[in-house]
């Protein structure tokens, strides 16, 4: 097995970065990941606190490294042992030593992940969706309403995601396109397509999420792996 800090591995997948990126998320105490022969991660190994669910953690982990470093990795490769000692405050990004491989880009205080997405039906609005995505210690918050279908619940969930960045980022004039749920190699992945205006040039976006939760989680990660580098690059 190749250690992750190999030459393979490091120039393959940003594992150093993404190491970083999970120590900031809430909970999390220290990270480790392992690489494969080919660089590929084969293990995480995260130590947190109780403060949150491993399976809450789990699922912060996977969204945060397809949102900000586009890396998907199986749930079922992340392992989670929790302790009763207190988290310790991350180490600031920018003593990292910048290399090719991470100059120019934001610091991982500043990305944006998935924290949770809720579907509620009424007789009178008929289907709400709300998404809550997270910013450093911030939280916001978009929600779509729309008639009751499974397709609509997948587009009111990336309605209302492209609502939370909206908030989160200010005006950056994306515009929903659409989304679609199709089945390829014996998987269900989520396919969704954002406009982004940049002057006077429009540009598509487009990103992709396996189902495993939910169609609607995956609609949301589909929507952020679509934006994140455009957002990054951008802000």
């Given at each position: ?6 030459p ?16 900031t998320?809430p909970?999390?105490i ?41 890396m ?15 988290a ?15 100059s ?22 008929g ?5 809550t ?22 587009e ?45 040039d ?9 189902v ?24």
């Amino acid at each position: 097995m190749t250690s992750p800090h190999s030459p393979i591995a490091g120039s393959v997948l940003p594992l150093k970065r993404a190491e970083d990126l999970i120590s900031t998320l809430p909970g999390v105490i220290s990270a480790r990941i392992i690489a494969g022969d080919t660089g590929a991660v084969n293990e995480i190994h995260v130590l947190t606190t109780a403060e949150f669910p491993a399976k809450q953690t789990v699922r912060n982990i996977e969204s945060a490294l397809i949102a900000h470093l586009g890396m998907r990795v199986d749930h079922r490769k992340v392992s989670v042992a929790i302790t009763s000692e207190t988290a310790r405050p991350a180490s600031p990004v920018s003593k990292v030593p910048e290399t090719e491989e991470n100059s120019g880009r934001i610091s991982t205080g500043r990305h944006i992940y998935f924290e949770d997405v809720e579907v509620r039906g009424s007789r009178a609005k008929g289907t709400t969706c709300r998404v809550t995505l997270r910013k450093g210690v911030d939280t916001f918050v978009g929600e779509a309403e729309g008639v009751e279908s499974e397709r609509s619940r997948v587009e009111l969930a990336a309605r209302a995601t492209l609502l939370a960045i909206s908030r989160a980022y200010g005006d950056r004039k994306l515009v929903f396109e659409g989304v679609k749920v199709m089945d390829l190699f014996d998987r269900t992945i989520v396919f969704a397509g954002v406009t982004a205006h940049v002057g006077r040039d429009n540009r598509i976006l487009t990103g992709t999420c396996e189902v495993r939760e939910s169609a609607e989680t995956a609609s949301v990660l589909a929507v952020l792996d679509a934006t994140n580098r455009w957002l990054e690059y951008n802000r």
